[in-house]
């Protein structure tokens, strides 16, 4: 079955520079979410979007910004990157049928900050 | 959104049945529980998913109380496969914003 993919699986950047994350939802899916999960921490939710709309927002700071097309990619935008953005960044999707919402992850995508 | 309260590590041995249980006090009405299981450097991985009372799967059993505070994962004869780190979320099927609290470590010894 098709899963969750995410490009690229790892990218290393230097200080204040900008990265691009895109994620490839289950086919039919229509939410995307990104989460932030750093060495030895749980994952932490940033945004999320449901039909190509924001739907949610989490602990996602004002140099990351992300989007959904209409062919429900998303990408997640982060510029100014510090040190402390290395981490794994997930994209997960659901279909949000209303009835036990069951979210599905990528690999991730490994950012490391130099 | 419901917090979740789960033991921080677990040991066990191979073959064991091991029981993690989440607590969720301020579970919600429309509130669905699920359980995922996730690899160093891997995208956390569905478990299970249930409501009320019990729910079965291939691989394991979830246990749901009538006041439905609290849920059991339950991994039948584990293996060392099995040692990951196991997340309980409690979400709003209606909602967007799926939280993760503190999984889980589970370790299996030989």
């Known amino acids: 079955a098709a899963g969750v993919i995410q490009s690229p699986r790892h990218l290393i950047k230097e200080k204040r520079e900008t990265a691009t994350l895109k994620c490839y939802p289950i086919?039919?899916?229509?939410?995307v979410y990104w989460y932030q999960q750093g060495p030895g921490q749980d994952p932490q939710f940033l945004i999320s979007?449901?039909?190509?709309?924001?739907?949610d927002k989490g602990s996602i700071p004002d140099r990351f910004s992300a989007q959904q097309f209409s062919d429900y990619h998303s990408e997640l935008n982060m510029s100014s990157l510090e040190l402390g953005d290395s981490a794994l960044y997930f994209c997960?999707?659901?279909?949000?049928?209303?009835?036990?919402?069951?979210?599905?992850f990528g690999e991730g995508s490994w950012l490391t900050v130099v | 959104l419901a917090k979740t309260t789960q033991p921080i590590s677990m040991d066990s041995y191979e073959g064991q049945e091991v029981n993690i249980t989440c607590s969720h006090n301020?579970?919600?009405?429309?509130?669905?529980i699920t359980w995922y299981q996730q690899f160093p450097s891997q995208g956390p991985r569905f478990i299970i998913q249930?409501?009320?009372t019990k729910v079965k799967n291939e691989v394991a059993s979830l246990f749901i109380p009538a006041d439905r505070k609290s849920s059991t994962l339950s991994l039948p004869r584990v293996s060392l496969s099995d040692t990951a780190v196991y997340y309980c979320?409690?979400?709003?099927?209606?909602?967007?914003?799926?939280?993760f609290g503190a999984g889980t470590r589970l370790f299996v010894k030989a």
């Open positions: 997960a999707s659901s279909s949000h049928s209303g009835k036990g919402n069951t979210i599905y």
């Open positions: 979320l409690v979400g709003d099927d209606g909602g967007f914003k799926t939280i």
């Open positions: 301020n579970i919600a009405t429309n509130d669905y």
């Open positions: 086919p039919r899916h229509d939410t």
């Open positions: 249930g409501y009320k």
């Open positions: 979007f449901y039909e190509k709309m924001q739907s």
